[in-house]
């Protein structure tokens, strides 16, 4: 292992693809980013070209290698973190995709779920994955794309259809097509997996039209998936492990490995967890019970809040209304701001996720007088990130009767200061935020580096990270953010279809 001193990972998120170098310190030795398109064909939908992401997939690596001046040989793994409900179907004999992959934001299933939910199959679903009939989990998109694909039940006869999520993809195509599987964390956004007997289930797949035979093999986080087999990419055959959907992957590398310990993802949209143990408890009102990650042959389990938008609630207010040009130019214009003067952006784009999960709420900027200026609604943009992490927290106290003791706190958005210190007050709890930016990326380092024995344990981690935090305690008075957040309740209440 000497000689191999590095772990290279693949971070495949909605918005692109980063590829970073971890050292045995668990240091981060070099990063390189690189975008891949958003295609909306129609109104709420949303698709990604899987074979561009893949082509992006080694041009990171290529380019992280090169900038961080080292060989393939000195990687002794790769993991790879992912967008996690995204899916799609190939055909192995061509390697390529039968249809765009649908992404987790996509809508255009809602209808599909609300006739499952009227035909009463949404306890069966609840009970054996985990979840609710919503458009954002993969069965009703790869059902969709079985359905509308010409040829497919041809090609279902002839067996040369694979389907997953993006993770099985890469490793697909990493391998050579030598290995078809995923995770637990994946499969179980999926709503065809069993997170009891952690198998796919044969009902769910008979329910939504999807044959059991073309999905992936399901493995512990930290297994060895393969091998690489690529030639453009790699004259060495390195090592695969460490698979691990995206907010389980910041769960693990914000080190929240006791009951309780809950964490927030900043990104695009935004998932609250909190580590439930080894047994699954059952969810109700919004919340989800998913698999936080297999280790060691042992599966832990989480709670988790989906939020369709955060993130890209700055960008929609960037890109579409111009209102700022950089991140710079935001925290000046609502610098000066002491006040929300009651305006409200809820950002129900593509609807809205926990606790209210509506399909067909829409956007809204409520509360705007004649004196309201740009910089009250990109604050309003702001808040709305914080509000939702509050509407979910409290959610999650609620169900587990567990207080929340502190919030962890990583991506992107979770770099500007005014929105952490805004969400410690509405939450009146501190918000521990780690310096290392890329937390899925690094649960998935630290599982596969686990899984082969590149650190001896989950205190030696805990030992590599303690330091590494930043805290925001709460400083506003409890009146003042009931009010705030009393707003939002009527705000969202305006939006809300059912």
Same mark, same amino acid.
């Given at each position: 292992?000497?000689?191999?001193?590095?772990?290279?990972?693949?971070?495949?998120?909605?918005?692109?693809?980063?590829?970073?170098?971890?050292?045995?310190?668990?240091?981060?030795?070099?990063?390189?980013?690189?975008? /891949?398109?958003?295609?909306?064909?129609?109104?709420?939908?949303?698709? &990604?070209?899987?074979?561009?992401? +893949?082509?992006?997939?080694?041009?990171?690596?290529?380019?992280?290698?090169?900038?961080?001046?080292?060989?393939?040989?000195?990687?002794?793994?790769?993991?790879?973190?992912?967008?996690?409900?995204?899916?799609?179907?190939?055909?192995?004999?061509?390697?390529?995709?039968?249809?765009?992959?649908?992404?987790?934001?996509?809508?255009?299933?809602?209808?599909?779920?609300?006739?499952?939910?009227?035909?009463? /199959?949404?306890?069966?679903?609840?009970?054996?994955?985990?979840?609710?009939?919503?458009?954002?989990?993969?069965?009703?998109?790869?059902?969709?794309?079985?359905?509308?694909?010409?040829?497919?039940?041809?090609?279902?006869?002839?067996?040369?259809?694979?389907?997953?999520?993006? !993770?099985?993809?890469?490793?697909?195509?990493?391998?050579?097509?030598? *290995? &078809?599987?995923? !995770?637990?964390?994946?499969?179980?956004?999926?709503?065809?997996?069993?997170?009891?007997?952690?198998?796919?289930?044969?009902?769910?797949?008979?329910?939504?039209?999807?044959?059991?035979?073309?999905?992936?093999? *399901?493995?512990?986080?930290? %297994?060895?998936?393969?091998?690489?087999?690529?030639? =453009?990419?790699?004259?060495? /055959?390195?090592?695969?492990?460490?698979?691990?959907? !995206?907010?389980?992957?910041?769960?693990?590398?914000?080190?929240?490995?006791?009951?309780?310990?809950?964490?927030?993802?900043?990104?695009?949209?935004?998932?609250?967890?909190?580590?439930?143990?080894?047994?699954?408890?059952?969810?109700?009102?919004?919340?989800?019970?998913?698999?936080?990650?297999?280790?060691?042959? &042992?599966?832990? +389990?989480?709670?988790?809040?989906?939020?369709?938008?955060?993130? =890209? $609630?700055?960008?929609?207010?960037?890109?579409?209304?111009?209102?700022?040009?950089?991140?710079?130019?935001?925290?000046?214009?609502?610098?000066?701001?002491?006040?929300?003067?009651?305006?409200?952006?809820?950002?129900?784009?593509?609807?809205?996720?926990?606790?209210?999960?509506?399909?067909?709420?829409?956007?809204?900027?409520?509360?705007?007088?004649?004196?309201?200026?740009?910089?009250?609604?990109?604050?309003?943009?702001?808040?709305?990130?914080?509000?939702?992490?509050?509407?979910?927290?409290?959610?999650?106290?609620?169900?587990?009767?567990?207080?929340?003791?502190?919030?962890?706190?990583?991506?992107?958005?979770?770099?500007?200061?005014?929105?952490?210190?805004?969400?410690? %007050?509405?939450?009146?709890?501190?918000?521990?935020? $780690?310096?290392?930016?890329?937390?899925?990326?690094?649960?998935?380092?630290?599982?596969?580096?686990?899984?082969?024995?590149?650190?001896?344990?989950?205190?030696?981690?805990?030992?590599?990270?303690?330091?590494?935090?930043?805290?925001?305690?709460?400083?506003?008075?409890?009146?003042?953010?009931?009010?705030?957040?009393?707003?939002?309740?009527?705000?969202?209440?305006?939006?809300?279809?059912?």
């Amino acid at each position: 292992m000497a000689d191999k001193a590095y772990i290279l990972v693949v971070d495949q998120s909605t918005s692109g693809t980063k590829a970073l170098i971890v050292d045995k310190a668990g240091k981060v030795v070099e990063r390189c980013v690189m975008q /891949h398109q958003q295609n909306y064909p129609q109104a709420g939908w949303v698709e &990604h070209d899987a074979e561009e992401i +893949y082509l992006n997939v080694k041009q990171a690596i290529k380019n992280v290698l090169l900038k961080a001046n080292i060989q393939p040989s000195m990687l002794a793994l790769l993991t790879i973190t992912n967008q996690r409900e995204t899916a799609l179907i190939w055909d192995k004999t061509t390697g390529h995709p039968i249809h765009p992959a649908i992404v987790w934001q996509c809508q255009r299933t809602a209808d599909v779920c609300l006739s499952y939910r009227i035909d009463g /199959h949404e306890e069966l679903v609840k009970s054996r994955a985990g979840l609710m009939l919503d458009p954002y989990f993969s069965a009703t998109k790869l059902r969709w794309i079985l359905e509308h694909v010409p040829d497919v039940s041809d090609k279902l006869k002839k067996g040369t259809l694979l389907a997953g999520t993006i !993770d099985s993809w890469l490793v697909w195509k990493l391998t050579a097509g030598a *290995v &078809h599987a995923t !995770d637990y964390t994946n499969a179980s956004r999926t709503s065809l997996f069993n997170i009891h007997t952690l198998q796919w289930d044969q009902e769910l797949c008979t329910l939504f039209n999807v044959p059991l035979e073309i999905l992936p093999e *399901v493995r512990c986080s930290d %297994d060895l998936f393969g091998y690489t087999d690529d030639s =453009d990419l790699f004259d060495v /055959h390195v090592p695969i492990s460490g698979i691990i959907g !995206d907010s389980q992957g910041a769960l693990f590398g914000q080190l929240c490995f006791t009951e309780g310990m809950a964490k927030a993802t900043y990104g695009t949209g935004s998932s609250v967890l909190m580590n439930i143990g080894e047994k699954p408890l059952e969810s109700r009102n919004g919340l989800v019970t998913a698999i936080a990650w297999g280790l060691a042959g &042992h599966v832990t +389990y989480a709670y988790e809040g989906v939020i369709r938008s955060t993130g =890209d $609630s700055l960008n929609w207010v960037r890109d579409n209304l111009g209102l700022f040009r950089t991140f710079e130019e935001m925290e000046q214009l609502t610098g000066d701001l002491t006040n929300n003067e009651g305006v409200y952006l809820i950002p129900a784009f593509v609807g809205l996720g926990a606790p209210y999960w509506d399909a067909y709420a829409r956007a809204s900027i409520v509360g705007m007088n004649r004196a309201t200026d740009r910089g009250h609604m990109i604050r309003a943009a702001l808040q709305s990130i914080a509000y939702q992490i509050v509407d979910v927290v409290q959610l999650m106290e609620r169900e587990s009767g567990v207080t929340l003791v502190e919030l962890r706190a990583d991506g992107g958005a979770s770099d500007n200061s005014k929105l952490m210190q805004f969400q410690a %007050d509405m939450l009146n709890t501190n918000v521990i935020k $780690s310096t290392i930016s890329e937390l899925s990326a690094m649960g998935s380092v630290f599982l596969g580096g686990l899984g082969i024995g590149f650190w001896a344990s989950q205190e030696e981690l805990i030992s590599l990270q303690s330091t590494l935090v930043q805290a925001y305690h709460p400083g506003m008075s409890l009146e003042e953010s009931y009010i705030y957040y009393e707003g939002w309740k009527k705000a969202v209440k305006s939006v809300l279809t059912q």
